[in-house]
Structures are given as C-alpha cells and as structure tokens.
C-alpha cells in the first residue's frame, strides 16, 4: 500500500442529499493528505442471487473492483428499523462473492452511524459490525461513531454548520488514517 491510501467510502442511504451522504461528503473533505476518499453509493447495485455468479452482472463486477481497488473501507450509514438498511447488506453480500474471492477480505474498515434520533444508529452500527467481523475486515474500534441529532448539521446547500460535530468528524478522521497507515505495515 501507497500513500495517500485510497478509501471507499460506502453510503448505506439511497436518499438525495441524505444524511449519511452528507457526512460522508464532509469527512472527504476534512480527510488529511494521506487518505483519498471516494464516495461509493448504491443506486446501481442490483440484488444479489446466487443463481448469477456464473455470469455476474457488470454492476457486481463494478462494485466488487472498486472495492478490490481501495486500501480501506469506510461505510456511513443510516439506521432502518434498528437494524442497517437492505441496500447496503445487499452491498455486503455482493462484495463478500464469490465464495473464497471477498472483495472486502482483510481491508481495514470504519463506521460511522448516523440518526437524527439520539442513539446514533448504535443498532445499525453493530449490526454491521457483525457482518465486517465475518469479512475478516480489522475495523477501527476508538472512536466509536454513533452520530445523533443530525438533524441541523447541514445547511440548504448542504454544508456542514454544527461545529461539535465538525470537531468529531476531523478527530474521526484522523484516528481512522493513522489506523489505515498502522494496517499497512
Ligand atoms: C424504513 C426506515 C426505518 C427507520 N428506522 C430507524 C431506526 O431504527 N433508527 C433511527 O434512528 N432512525 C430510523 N429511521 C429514520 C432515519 O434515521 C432517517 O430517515 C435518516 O434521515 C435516514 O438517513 P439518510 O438521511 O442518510 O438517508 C428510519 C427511516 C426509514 C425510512
């Protein structure tokens, strides 16, 4: 691995302008100079079914490149019903095949939870956290990222305007680029 370590950056979210999309975007920018960080979004991924595999859609085969292209990965995302929404375990599974060819094996990875509820996601956190264990996936444990009340931290144009959280964000950030760096030794 080479500086700066390139980093996916999935977003659990389909909506326009959503939340986890937004953070991710901030995080981007506020990335220091040895991480690139690429938005990953999930519009065009189709359903994973095992009947497939033979002849993988391209969608797939984008998907898994890009992933298999990155050092790292670092997904942000939303909370669905205490758990994390369909469209990115389908994102999990297609990148996981075919069996024994795991896209995701061994890259270090992070996540960043998000709500505007007061939990921060921390069941969608964990949730996922289940799956990247079985991935084999090293993900940074310090600091935790359950972000709540995002509600008011983006403004019209989409800029991120409460400050505490920028402050978690920048120190989020950092933490994940010297884990990054301690990975690749
Ligand atoms: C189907 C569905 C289930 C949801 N379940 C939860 C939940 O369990 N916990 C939570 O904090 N928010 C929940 N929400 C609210 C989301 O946090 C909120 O819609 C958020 O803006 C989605 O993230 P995004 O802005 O990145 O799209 C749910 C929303 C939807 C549409």
Request: proline share 6%.
């Amino acid at each position: 691995m080479a500086t700066p370590y390139r980093v996916a950056v999935v977003i659990g979210s389909l909506r326009n302008n959503g939340f986890s999309l937004r953070i991710g975007q901030a995080l981007a920018k506020l990335a220091p100079d040895t991480l690139k960080l690429e938005i990953v979004t999930l519009h065009d991924l189709s359903f994973y079914n095992q009947d497939l595999e033979a002849n993988a859609p391209a969608d797939w085969t984008a998907f898994r490149d890009k992933i298999k292209a990155s050092d790292a990965v670092l997904f942000v995302t939303p909370e669905y019903n205490r758990s994390i929404p369909g469209v990115l375990k389908n994102a999990v599974d297609v990148g996981s095949r075919p069996y024994g060819k795991s896209a995701f094996d061994n890259k270090p990875a992070g996540v960043v939870s998000n709500s505007p509820g007061a939990i921060g996601a921390f069941g969608a956190n964990h949730h996922l956290r289940q799956c990247l264990t079985f991935l084999n996936m090293p993900v940074l444990q310090q600091p935790e990222a359950y972000i709540g009340g995002v509600g008011d931290a983006f403004n019209e144009a989409g800029e991120l305007v409460k400050e505490p959280l920028r402050e978690f964000l920048q120190k989020y950030i950092d933490a994940f680029a010297a884990w990054v760096a301690q990975q690749a030794k």
